[in-house]
Structures are given as C-alpha cells and as structure tokens.
C-alpha cells in the first residue's frame, strides 16, 4: 500500500508543480481523497486502505498523514484555515520510483489531475466538503468516511445497443456490401490499363519531377482513357 500511495503522491507534486501550485499536506491529503473517490464510483471497491474520517479541513487520514511526514518531510496538518506549510522532499530519491500506473488507474488519476490540479488549495477543501458523497453523509468531526454511498459515474449513451440485434445485424450488413461495391467500383475505374501507363500517371501525384518512360507506349483503343469523363 505505501508503495502505490507514494507513487500517488509524487504524481501528484509533479502535477502541482507542472500548474505552479506548491503542494502542501493538506492539498496532497484532499487529491488522495479525490484519486480514492473518483476510484471507488467506478471500481465499487477501495484504492487503497487508507483511513479516511472527517476531521481536518474535510477528509483526513492518520495513515496518509504517517506517511507524509515519514516520506516527505511534510509538517503535521495545521488546523488553522489557510495555514498551508509547503510539503519537502528530495528530488533524487524520488526520481528513482517508478511511478507508472496500470492503465485503468492511470485514466482515473489522470482525468482527477485535469479536473482539479490547477484549483487552488481552498477551492478543493471547498469541492471536497460539499460534491463528494462520504462527505455529505458525515455529520460530525472524527467519523469515518464510507465510500458506499458514491454515486456511479454517467457513462455515456450509445444509441446503437439500443437497436434491436436484427436491426444492427441489417445494418453492418448494408454497411459491408456498400463498402465492397465502393472497393468494385475502383477496381473498374483502373480496368486493363498497363503497368507502364499506370506507372508514368502515378508520378502526377508524386512531388518529384515527372519523367515520361523512354522508348514508345502502346496504347490500344479498348484500354484508351476519356479524360472528359469522370472515372
């Protein structure tokens, strides 16, 4: 667990630095919160296990904190609002972790990054207190915090599963049988026309200098092409 929690965490200093957003406890506790949120709505399981109950500025996690402090240097979350001590750590050290992440992970992180990575601090604790789900159920200080009652995500419609199966079955068919009479219609429109002659006009389309083949071409009249006449 610490493993991918820290992984999650400098992810997440890159991610403040990259918006020129110094990342204090209380901004890495509140993103954590949002990785672990963000992942159950979709998953319908924990990330992590990570405490999580309300206490310091919304949802706050003893196990996080430890680790914060043990692996970065961080001070202990201030209770005082807006008293936001930057979090410290060594950059060679940590340039070391391998911080890639499953693919399905690494969406869910991503899209909590573009969501909410260039917010300032106040503004998550805001977000955190009053959209999240264990948040609006928690009615005092030191509960702790269900994810159950996360809502799932919307996920968007698709119009075509809700054909019946004949009809999409009709329809891939009429789609495949225009595909190949468009594919026929090409393959008439070059007809017999010879490999030289094809040769010298497909250099029209190239960007070098067009040179015509040397010595004579033989065209006979059942393979003359009209050029008033659309192919």
């Known amino acids: 667990m610490d493993d991918l929690v820290k992984k999650l965490v400098i992810r997440a200093c890159q991610?403040?630095?990259e918006n020129g957003i110094s990342l204090c406890a209380t901004r890495a506790t509140k993103i954590m919160y949002l990785i672990e949120w963000e992942y159950f709505a979709w998953k319908r399981k924990p990330l992590t296990s990570l405490n999580w109950i309300y206490l310091h500025f919304g949802p706050w996690s003893s196990m996080l904190s430890d680790l914060l402090q043990k692996?970065?240097?961080?001070?202990?979350?201030?209770e005082q609002m807006g008293d936001f001590r930057r979090v410290h750590w060594?950059?060679?050290?940590?340039?070391?972790?391998?911080?890639?992440?499953?693919?399905?992970?690494?969406?869910?992180?991503?899209?909590?990054?573009?969501?909410?990575?260039?917010?300032?601090?106040?503004?998550?604790i805001k977000y955190v207190y009053f959209n999240t789900e264990p948040m609006q159920a928690a009615s005092h200080r030191g509960e702790?915090?269900?994810?159950?009652?996360?809502?799932?995500?919307?996920?968007?419609?698709n119009?075509?599963?809700?054909?019946?199966?004949?009809?999409?079955?009709?329809?891939?068919?009429?789609?495949r049988a225009a595909t190949q009479a468009k594919l026929a219609e090409k393959t008439e429109a070059v007809g017999d026309v010879s490999l030289e002659l094809l040769a010298a006009l497909s250099q029209l389309d190239s960007?070098?200098?067009f040179q015509l083949p040397e010595g004579e071409i033989s065209i006979e009249d059942d393979v003359r092409l009209n050029i008033t006449e659309e192919v």
Do not use: H, W, Y
């Open 71 to 78: 692996e970065f240097r961080a001070p202990p979350e201030d």
């Open 207 to 209: 960007s070098g200098d």
């Open 144 to 157: 702790p915090l269900s994810f159950e009652c996360t809502r799932r995500p919307l996920k968007p419609f």
């Open 159 to 175: 119009p075509v599963k809700a054909l019946d199966k004949d009809i999409r079955q009709s329809l891939r068919n009429r789609l």
């Open 15 to 17: 991610n403040s630095r």
């Open 90 to 124: 060594v950059p060679p050290e940590f340039d070391r972790v391998d911080t890639r992440l499953p693919p399905e992970l690494e969406g869910i992180v991503q899209r909590v990054f573009e969501t909410f990575g260039a917010m300032t601090t106040p503004e998550i």
